[in-house]
């Protein structure tokens, strides 16, 4: 079973993507904010981090930073979760180091399998 870290401040999409892991076997922790998310990671060590772009205080791209300059946190994959939808966005999530991007309003659907297949896309390498 693989343990996901969801990094999110909405405390609905907290819940409602917890529910839809927890569904396809994922072990879920969640943080409502970046500087939570990262002493989770520390103390979890989990094996896929989704996060939240928009957030107070300490944003996805800056929790991204901080969780890459971890020795020992900056092999987890990074998945962002964010209502951000223009061109670009994507690509910018990417060049901070994620491993994929989920578009909200997420496709209950597909939520959790895309974060499977992200994973496993992540842990075979380039």
Do not use: W
């Not at 205080?57 to 930073?65: H, I, S, T």
């Amino acid at each position: 079973m693989s343990k996901a870290l969801l990094v999110e401040d909405n405390e609905n999409n907290r819940y409602l993507f917890t529910l839809m892991l927890e569904h396809a076997g994922f072990s879920v922790v969640a943080a409502p904010d970046g500087l939570s998310g990262l002493e989770m990671a520390r103390a979890e060590r989990p094996d896929v981090i989704l996060l939240d772009i928009q957030m107070p205080e300490m944003d996805g791209y800056e929790l991204a930073e901080c969780l890459k300059q971890d020795p020992v946190l900056f092999s987890i994959p990074l998945i962002g979760v964010s209502s951000f939808a223009m061109p670009g966005d994507r690509d910018k999530a990417m060049s901070f180091g994620f491993a994929g991007y989920i578009e909200k309003p997420v496709d209950p659907d597909r939520f959790a399998s895309t974060v499977q297949s992200l994973l496993q896309s992540a842990k075979a390498g380039p």
